[in-house]
């Protein structure tokens, strides 16, 4: 098999054949041209990227890294021993020493003076959802708070896919409301909220693993919220859609990029916190009222 690239000797076959060498020049020049194609990121932006010690936030930190942009790494501390390990955060500060990239971390009993345990056994969410809330939240107030003014993440392909047939399920406003959210970018609609950027949405898991592979980055192993992704029903389906279009994902994703969705309900500041939110007390505090009752 015959890389697509140089006509060498290819190393790795996904959507095509690639040899180490030209799969990493491929990997980048798809991320970059995200980035031109949505205008994501100018000279004068202070990023903070997300970074959970996990497969897609390192590649999406290795990719921003290596075409040049001035980044900080932000790794959280979820508070709860089945979503997180120490081991994520050695990796992740590992690969910012090598890197001298800045590295912060942040837990959430700190930062939002919580008991973790009570807070997620009192919200009525599911876990993965409260967790998702809160990330949400320290992200943006964290960057806020240190002067950055875009949050990259790890979204990829395989995060929209799985939502898109998810909102499908639920048929709620909600949920289809949520896909606005899965974009490149999310500029910022009020000014506590800091714009966010999404520059390896196109790219696939399994192109994320490689990369990061090929960079020669250590990886996190999977803790409970991945494992569970990867067994739920609607993984199954698009295993086997794959088998048939590889590139369905990053498709749907592409799809996704046209459609022009209802602008959100007016973003308000919370009147206990002052974050912002679409109601006027925000989740983080409703839930503190109903431990303290």
């Known amino acids: 098999?015959?890389?697509?690239?140089?006509?060498?000797?290819?190393?790795?076959?996904?959507?095509?054949?690639?040899?180490?060498?030209?799969?990493?020049?491929?990997?980048?020049?798809?991320?970059?041209?995200?980035?031109?194609?949505?205008?994501?990121?100018?000279?004068?932006?202070?990023?903070?990227?997300?970074?959970?010690g996990g497969k897609d936030s390192l590649a999406c930190a290795q990719a921003l890294y290596s075409l040049g942009f001035e980044i900080s790494v932000l790794h959280?501390?979820?508070?709860?021993?089945?979503?997180?390990?120490?081991?994520?955060k050695e990796v992740?500060?590992?690969?910012?020493?090598?890197k001298n990239i800045p590295f912060y971390f942040a837990s959430f009993e700190e930062f939002f003076d919580i008991d973790a345990k009570k807070f997620f056994e009192a919200s009525r969410r599911p876990i993965c959802a409260t967790c998702g809330m809160l990330k949400r939240a320290l992200f943006n107030k964290f960057a806020r708070?240190?002067?950055?003014?875009k949050i990259a993440t790890g979204h990829?392909?395989?995060?929209?896919?799985?939502?898109?047939?998810?909102s499908i399920v639920a048929s709620t406003e909600e949920s289809f409301f949520w896909l606005s959210k899965l974009k490149p970018i999310t500029p910022s609609t009020h000014k506590k909220i800091v714009t966010?950027?999404?520059?390896?949405?196109?790219?696939?898991?399994?192109?994320?693993?490689?990369?990061?592979k090929f960079n020669n980055i250590n990886v996190a192993g999977c803790v409970m919220c991945s494992y569970f992704q990867r067994k739920d029903k609607i993984t199954e389906i698009l295993r086997?859609?794959?088998?048939?279009f590889p590139d369905f994902k990053i498709k749907v994703v592409k799809m996704l990029e046209k459609i022009n969705f209802e602008s959100e309900k007016e973003i308000q500041e919370c009147e206990i916190c002052g974050e912002p939110t679409k109601n006027k007390i925000c989740t983080i505090c409703k839930i503190k009222k109903r431990i303290e009752k």
């Not at 140089?6 to 060498?21: D, S, T």
């Not at 959280?76 to 994520?88: F, Q, R």
């Not at 992740?92 to 090598?98: A, I, M, N, R």
């Not at 990829?156 to 998810?166: N, R, T, W």
């Open 1 to 52: 098999m015959k890389c697509v690239g140089c006509k060498g000797e290819a190393e790795i076959k996904i959507l095509q054949p690639f040899c180490k060498e030209c799969f990493k020049k491929h990997y980048l020049r798809r991320v970059k041209r995200l980035i031109q194609k949505f205008n994501m990121i100018e000279k004068k932006d202070k990023i903070v990227v997300a970074v959970s």
């Open 76 to 88: 959280i501390d979820v508070g709860i021993k089945e979503c997180w390990s120490p081991k994520a």
């Open 92 to 98: 992740t500060e590992k690969f910012c020493k090598e």
């Open 145 to 149: 708070e240190n002067n950055f003014n």
């Open 156 to 166: 990829c392909a395989d995060d929209v896919a799985k939502y898109f047939f998810k």
């Open 196 to 212: 966010r950027i999404r520059p390896i949405l196109e790219m696939l898991e399994v192109e994320n693993l490689a990369f990061s």
């Open 240 to 244: 086997k859609i794959d088998e048939k």
